[in-house]
Nanobody, 123 residues
Framework: QVQLVESGGGLVQAGGSLRLTCAAS????????VGWFRQAPGKEREFVGY????????TYADSVKGRFTISRDNVKNTAYLQMNSLKPEDTAVYYC????????????????WGQGTQVTVSS
């Protein structure tokens, strides 16, 4: 089982930036795509984006395209979510996820999840 831990969340003003980190327990991480998801209070968990195993392909939800960037460092067993031009509607708990069937926008394709990190964007 791959252990994932997110960090880097916090409170930021609209228009600001945050960089989230997803640290994996071991090098098994590099075999799988990594997805990012978010969940606001009272709402369903939604897809943010994913990155392929080597980092060569990234896919984003329309709501964040052009503002968010996913990257990974397989030497460090770590993935990142750079968030720019943040909006109040980006407020949510953000999760990273991975697994052998990752690389899609569907929550059910990911076997391993982090605990989440809170991102709050004020207006």
């Amino acid at each position: 089982q791959v252990q994932l831990v997110e960090s880097g969340g916090g409170l930021v003003q609209a228009g600001g930036s945050l960089r989230l980190t997803c640290a994996a327990s071991d090098s098994t991480f590099r075999r799988y795509a990594v997805g990012w998801f978010r969940q606001a209070p009272g709402k369903e968990r939604e897809f943010v984006g994913y990155i392929s195993t080597s980092g060569g392909i990234t896919t984003y939800a329309d709501s964040v395209k052009g503002r968010f960037t996913i990257s990974r460092d397989n030497v460090k067993n770590t993935a990142y979510l750079q968030m720019n031009s943040l909006k109040p509607e980006d407020t949510a708990v953000y999760y990273c996820a991975t697994g052998p069937s990752g690389g899609t926008s569907w929550t059910g394709n990911y076997d391993y999840w982090g605990q989440g990190t809170q991102v709050t964007v004020s207006s």
